[in-house]
Structure formats: C-alpha cells, structure tokens
C-alpha cells in the first residue's frame, strides 16, 4: 500500500501559485521523499525529490516539515501545461516506486 | 538518447492470446522496472531488473506474466493467456543505481483485451 496521502485535487487559477501537500507519517530516516507528475496520456515525469533539507530546481520547490512527516510540493506559477496527476512517493533504496493516487492539478485560465 | 522508449504503443488482442511488450531502457541505466496503470489509478509495481537480473516480483504478477532482461538491455514482458482484467497501461521504467536518481519513464504500451 501507498505510504503517502495526498487529497485527490487541487484547482489553482493560472499565474498563481499552488501548494500541495502530503503527508507520510511512517517515514523512516532512509526514505528520500520524491514526487512525480502525469500528464494526460504519458508516463509519469520526475519533478523533484528531497531528504530533510528544502529543494528547489527550474520545475519546482520541495518543503519538507522538520519531522519529515509531511512535505510541500510548490509550483510557483502555474501554467495550463502544470495541469496533471502530481504523486508524493517514498523512494526505496534500490529505486522502486509505490504510487498512490494522486493529487489531480486543474488550472483555470 | 532519446529516453525510454516502448513498443507497441497500442495492442488489441483477444482474450486468451498471448502478448509480448519490449522496453529499451536508457542506454547507461543498470535498472529497470515494469509497472502496470488502469484508469484513474496510480502505476503499481510490477518487478524490477538490475541488470539481468530479476530482483524483486510483485504478488500482482501472476503465473501467466514473465518478464526477462537479456544481457541487461532491453526488456521484454510476456502476458500468456490474457485475460479482459489484464487491459492496461504497461510502463517500463529505467535509472542508475547511483544513489536516489530519478526514474524516466516511457510512454507505455496500452493494452486492450477483448
């Protein structure tokens, strides 16, 4: 089962920014927190990922709690080529990927 | 390199054929996973190669499913005896054992069973 829960959509108006959040209490201190996007009709893209520091690269910013327990996917400006499936996952070591459902990105004009 | 890349894009097959899937990964990727999609749901783990070796199965992957990774290059998934339940989208996936780098994902070979 998916180690992650995200809520199933987010809707943003185009140019602002979105939040989304996930939550993955069970986390154990090896667990790299990844997230990736699906784009109607396409495999699943890498986004970012992140250990315990804040990240950030040219597609997003990654926030995560002191704790680790949870953690913040921030797409600055949203684009109408941001609407998509967005999947919090905890890596395994040797790679694998356990997906849950998603959190559904729609963005208005 | 042009990524990951499946073949076919698409397949209709009758229930009971048998059905082959290839997946070239990234040329200099040692790994390799098979996951499987159905509509409105996340991909679920199917197995995993590094190298020519199969690592790890799911318990999703039943009898009639066998995968195999010849001299650590392409991949192929076989599905004997199909079954309407197994129409899906079938995504392969590559990366490198170096420490947490992503996984790229191909298109997928969408499957029909009628």
């Known amino acids: 089962d998916a180690k992650t829960t995200q809520p199933n959509s987010m809707e943003s108006n185009e140019e602002e920014p979105v939040h989304l959040p996930c939550n993955h209490s069970?986390?154990?201190?090896?667990?790299?927190i990844h997230w990736y996007r699906q784009l109607p009709s396409q495999g699943p893209e890498y986004v970012i990922h992140?250990?315990?520091s804040n990240v950030n690269n040219r597609m997003a910013s990654l926030a995560i709690a002191e704790d680790r327990k949870s953690s913040t996917l921030i797409l600055h400006r949203a684009t109408l080529r941001d609407a998509a499936v967005y999947y919090c996952i905890l890596r395994e070591p040797w790679g694998k990927l356990q997906f849950g459902a998603g959190t559904q990105v729609v963005v208005t004009p | 390199d042009t990524g990951v890349s499946q073949d076919p894009r698409h397949k209709i097959t009758k229930r009971g054929q048998n059905v082959t899937f290839r997946c070239d990964p990234i040329?200099?990727?040692?790994?390799l996973y098979w996951y499987r999609q159905t509509l409105g749901q996340g991909p679920e783990f199917l197995t995993y190669?590094?190298?020519?070796?199969?690592?790890?199965k799911s318990r999703l992957l039943s009898d009639r499913f066998s995968a195999e990774r010849p001299k650590g290059s392409f991949s192929t998934l076989e599905i004997q005896r199909t079954e309407q339940g197994d129409s899906a989208m079938y995504l392969c996936?590559?990366?490198?054992?170096?420490?947490?780098?992503?996984?790229?994902f191909g298109q997928g070979t969408r499957l029909t069973v009628v």
């Open positions: 040329s200099e990727h040692n790994r």
């Open positions: 069970t986390i154990s201190g090896t667990d790299y």
């Open positions: 190669f590094q190298n020519e070796a199969q690592l790890e």
């Open positions: 996936a590559s990366s490198s054992s170096k420490l947490n780098t992503e996984a790229f």
């Open positions: 992140g250990l315990t």
